[in-house]
């Protein structure tokens, strides 16, 4: 079946540095992939997403790249903030459905 | 923007009870909810889709008779965690698909039950 994995956290990370989390997915046919992003005490949040290959997703900084030939969907940042610190989660709907199949989720913590 | 209600935040019951949980699109109608479950540090897992005015659709292993589900309206769908034990304690998560968002997915903040 369907499924999405991500790079283990969690990612402590200094002000301003790089930011890569890693996405790959296993999906039959051509899925939507999706960035969320769960701040402390708040609900998941749509922060990228693109819906066929080669679409560059992006917001607030934030890019990932869907990519076919590799099945990945990294997320990316030149220069992260200490209000970036929050768990993200890569997803994907491989029928556009709705049903959404998560990665287990990556915590970022940026340090000041 | 298009917001998502849940209540309670958090319920603590005995063994054998029942809880209920709402959740509401307060700024939109929603055909659609869903309603995902996460264990601590691990990923949210599909339990159901709910569709306004039919029945639910459960994913495999999720037993309907345990969690009831209904969409009585656009705005409102609960689920009810019946006879609950100590292993349905996990955060449930609800989100509503809004076709004037271009059917993107709003979620609740989400709703912490505790079975002692």
């Known amino acids: 079946g369907d499924s999405v994995t991500q790079m283990e956290g969690p990612v402590t990370l200094s002000e301003e540095a790089f930011l890569t989390i890693n996405c790959t997915y296993t999906?039959?046919?051509?899925?939507?992939l999706f960035w969320y992003v769960q701040y402390p005490g708040e609900g998941l949040q749509l922060l990228l997403k693109?819906?066929?290959?080669?679409d560059k997703g992006s917001n607030k900084g934030f890019e990932a790249t869907y990519r076919k030939e590799t099945t990945s969907f990294h997320l990316e940042k030149g220069s992260v903030q200490v209000s970036d610190s929050a768990v993200y989660f890569c997803?994907?709907?491989?029928?556009?459905?709705?049903?959404?199949?998560f990665g287990q989720g990556t915590t970022l913590q940026v340090k000041p | 923007g298009a917001v998502v209600s849940q209540h309670p935040s958090w319920v603590i019951c005995k063994s054998g009870t029942s809880v209920k949980i709402e959740c509401r699109s307060l700024?939109?109608?929603?055909?659609?909810m869903f309603w995902y479950r996460q264990f601590p540090k691990q990923s949210l897992m599909l339990m159901a889709t709910?569709?306004?005015?039919?029945?639910?659709?459960?994913e495999q292993g999720v037993e309907k008779d345990k969690f009831l589900i209904n969409h009585a309206s656009l705005t409102l769908s609960t689920l009810t965690v019946t006879s609950a034990h100590p292993e349905d304690s996990s955060f449930y998560i609800c989100?509503?698909?809004?076709?004037?968002?271009?059917?993107?997915?709003?979620f609740g903040p989400g709703t912490r039950l505790t079975v002692l």
């Open positions: 989100s509503a698909r809004a076709p004037s968002h271009y059917n993107e997915q709003f």
């Open positions: 999906a039959t046919g051509y899925p939507s």
């Open positions: 693109a819906t066929k290959a080669d």
């Open positions: 997803a994907l709907d491989s029928g556009n459905t709705g049903k959404l199949i």
């Open positions: 700024d939109f109608q929603a055909t659609t």
């Open positions: 709910s569709n306004e005015g039919s029945k639910a659709t459960y």
